[in-house]
């Protein structure tokens, strides 16, 4: 009735019949549950003179279809409107942040508009919105919160404003219908699983400002072809283009420092990539399974290559090391240390069969690990030991001499 100020704190949490409410005028702020779980709310009237809506406000009416939010209103709270079956919601301009899961799960809502007053779009605002086909992120916007967009799986592009420096973690997770976005140059840092799992996805570039990009980003983009990433980036995390299927080609900048573990883990399609000189180590897996890969040069900075790094690459028949690495070499494309004493990786992509050089004292762990196609391995004199996995999956090899002078055989 006329006089009520506010609306309390769980005033009417699970009125479950009731249907509909009008708010009066002299109400300015609708409390922390207030309307939650009223599963058969379906409309509601929200008066100019209202400023706040509460935490998990109308949270779980599960049948509220349409809201007009004034424009008196500056604060949304966390939860506001989630599970709602709102279709479209115009934010006034007096917001300048939009809680976490404010509208989480609405899966009826198709359009969002979003005022120049927002700043922030928080942690799951607008996640699992499977029907939002449409947003527009305002110039205002600074940042994107982790989730923000996740499981919005009917979103088919976006625009990303000058002004946002961060995109969160899994922020656009599962956008299956994403076909293109473009990443502008204020963008420092690109979250984990950022664009995980977004399948239609076919290239990107990656802005000269982006510095940071997260684990497992553009893991799982199916479709992704081609991918630019621009000379300011220094931190790439692990997995970030595990499973990028139709990848055939990367640029990497020039300030990495390492290829991580997983980063390119089933690349099938990947043919070409150039590791620059700054980069100091490879980690375990890093090409796995990059079956279209025919040949690597190792450059002359990198001082460590991880367990497995290029199991699976079926093609791989060169793997060379610059003239200046002070830790391999490389003879007729086989990866030495750099004294020739330890026989490190034999590319699987190797035929027939191979006589291992005079001065060799080791055979490397999983140094011919998958090596399918050779038929036979001579072991010099010198070699006292072969290290773990050596010969793994060497389901071509029918013969083998280890001689007098091998002291150990690894497990």
């Given at each position: 009735?006329?006089g009520?100020?506010?609306?309390?704190?769980?005033?009417?949490?699970?009125?479950?019949?009731?249907?509909?409410?009008?708010?009066?005028?002299?109400?300015?702020?609708i409390g922390?549950?207030a309307?939650?779980?009223?599963?058969r709310?379906?409309s509601?009237?929200?008066?100019d003179?209202?400023?706040?809506?509460?935490y998990y406000a109308f949270?779980?009416?599960?049948?509220l279809?349409?809201?007009?939010i004034?424009d008196s209103?500056?604060?949304i709270?966390?939860?506001?409107?989630q599970?709602?079956?709102l279709?479209s919601?115009?934010?006034?301009?007096?917001v300048?942040s939009i809680?976490a899961?404010?509208?989480?799960?609405?899966?009826?809502l198709t359009?969002?508009t979003?005022?120049?007053?927002?700043?922030?779009?928080?942690e799951?605002?607008f996640?699992?919105?499977?029907?939002?086909?449409?947003v527009?992120?305002?110039?205002?916007?600074t940042?994107?919160?982790?989730?923000?967009?996740?499981?919005?799986t009917?979103?088919?592009?976006?625009?990303?404003?000058d002004?946002?420096t961060?995109?969160?973690?899994?922020a656009?997770?599962?956008?299956w219908?994403?076909?293109g976005?473009?990443?502008?140059?204020s963008?420092?840092?690109?979250?984990?699983?950022?664009?995980?799992?977004?399948?239609d996805?076919?290239?990107?570039?990656?802005?000269?400002?982006v510095?940071?990009i997260?684990?497992s980003?553009?893991?799982?983009?199916d479709n992704?072809?081609?991918?630019?990433?621009?000379?300011?980036?220094?931190?790439?995390g692990e997995?970030?283009?595990?499973?990028?299927?139709?990848?055939?080609?990367i640029?990497?900048?020039?300030?990495?420092t390492s290829?991580?573990?997983d980063?390119?883990?089933?690349?099938?399609?990947?043919?070409?990539?150039?590791i620059p000189n700054?980069?100091?180590?490879?980690?375990?897996?890093?090409f796995?399974y990059?079956n279209?890969?025919?040949?690597?040069?190792?450059p002359?900075?990198?001082?460590?290559?991880?367990?497995?790094?290029?199991?699976?690459?079926s093609?791989?028949?060169?793997?060379?090391a610059d003239?200046?690495?002070?830790?391999?070499?490389?003879i007729?494309?086989?990866?030495?240390s750099?004294?020739?004493t330890t026989?490190?990786?034999?590319?699987?992509?190797?035929?027939?069969?191979?006589?291992?050089?005079?001065?060799?004292?080791?055979?490397?762990?999983?140094?011919f690990?998958?090596c399918t196609?050779l038929?036979?391995?001579?072991i010099p004199?010198s070699v006292?030991?072969?290290g773990?996995?050596?010969?793994?999956?060497c389901?071509?090899?029918?013969?083998m001499?280890?001689?007098?002078?091998v002291t150990?055989?690894?497990?």
């Amino acid at each position: 009735e006329k006089g009520v100020t506010s609306i309390g704190y769980e005033a009417f949490y699970e009125f479950t019949n009731l249907t509909s409410v009008t708010i009066p005028d002299s109400v300015t702020s609708i409390g922390d549950f207030a309307f939650g779980h009223c599963d058969r709310l379906t409309s509601v009237t929200i008066p100019d003179s209202v400023t706040s809506i509460g935490y998990y406000a109308f949270g779980c009416c599960y049948r509220l279809t349409s809201v007009t939010i004034p424009d008196s209103v500056i604060s949304i709270r966390e939860y506001a409107f989630q599970y709602c079956s709102l279709t479209s919601v115009t934010i006034p301009d007096g917001v300048t942040s939009i809680g976490a899961f404010t509208f989480y799960n609405c899966e009826s809502l198709t359009s969002v508009t979003i005022p120049d007053s927002v700043t922030s779009i928080g942690e799951n605002t607008f996640g699992d919105c499977s029907s939002l086909t449409s947003v527009t992120i305002p110039d205002s916007v600074t940042s994107i919160g982790d989730s923000a967009f996740r499981f919005c799986t009917s979103l088919t592009s976006i625009t990303i404003p000058d002004s946002v420096t961060s995109i969160g973690n899994t922020a656009f997770a599962y956008c299956w219908g994403l076909k293109g976005i473009t990443i502008p140059d204020s963008v420092k840092s690109i979250g984990s699983l950022a664009f995980y799992d977004c399948n239609d996805l076919t290239n990107i570039t990656i802005p000269n400002s982006v510095i940071v990009i997260g684990n497992s980003a553009f893991e799982n983009c199916d479709n992704l072809t081609n991918i630019i990433i621009s000379n300011s980036v220094t931190d790439i995390g692990e997995t970030a283009f595990r499973n990028c299927k139709k990848l055939t080609d990367i640029k990497l900048s020039n300030s990495l420092t390492s290829i991580p573990k997983d980063m390119f883990v089933q690349c099938y399609a990947l043919t070409n990539v150039t590791i620059p000189n700054s980069v100091t180590s490879i980690g375990e897996q890093a090409f796995e399974y990059c079956n279209s890969l025919a040949s690597i040069i190792i450059p002359k900075g990198v001082e460590s290559i991880g367990s497995r790094a290029f199991t699976g690459c079926s093609s791989l028949k060169e793997i060379n090391a610059d003239l200046n690495n002070q830790n391999y070499s490389s003879i007729d494309g086989i990866l030495f240390s750099k004294d020739n004493t330890t026989l490190v990786r034999c590319p699987e992509g190797k035929k027939n069969s191979y006589e291992i050089p005079d001065g060799v004292t080791n055979i490397g762990e999983q140094a011919f690990y998958n090596c399918t196609n050779l038929t036979s391995i001579e072991i010099p004199n010198s070699v006292t030991s072969i290290g773990e996995q050596a010969f793994h999956n060497c389901t071509g090899l029918t013969s083998m001499s280890i001689t007098n002078g091998v002291t150990q055989i690894g497990g």
